[in-house]
Nanobody, 120 residues
Framework: QVRLVESGGGSVQTGGSLRLSCSAS????????MGWARQAPGKGREGIAT???????TYKDFVKGRFTISLDNAKNTVYLQMDNLKPEDTAMYFC??????????????WGQGTLVTVSS
């Protein structure tokens, strides 16, 4: 059984920064892929960024140049550094993990979410 625990959310002003962390606790193998998704109020859930166990990353266009995903394989922990935050980044942020593919196309576990609020 996999458990993902996020931390690091909070409230910042426009242009501010936050760093999210997510640790995967598991008694099985390490995930092939970890990533982050978010859900803004009244909207659907959307992916943001992924990183595989080799360090290859993907980003959605709306966060490129502002967000950086990184992975500590030894700790099964993924990070999301968020800079130059905008009010439209306000959302619940979820960590995801995939154990069967390197692209996070098939997500096997979701975290409970951490709230990020950006004020103007």
């Amino acid at each position: 059984q996999v458990r993902l625990v996020e931390s690091g959310g909070g409230s910042v002003q426009t242009g501010g920064s936050l760093r999210l962390s997510c640790s995967a606790s598991t008694n099985t193998s390490s995930p092939h892929c970890m990533g982050w998704a978010r859900q803004a109020p009244g909207k659907g859930r959307e992916g943001i960024a992924t990183i595989d166990s080799d360090g290859a990353t993907t980003y959605k266009d709306f966060v490129k140049g502002r967000f950086t995903i990184s992975l500590d394989n030894a700790k099964n922990t993924v990070y999301l550094q968020m800079d130059n935050l905008k009010p439209e980044d306000t959302a619940m942020y979820f960590c995801v993990a995939a154990y069967s593919d390197y692209n996070c196309d098939t997500v096997d576990a979701w975290g409970q979410g951490t709230l990020v609020t950006v004020s103007s």
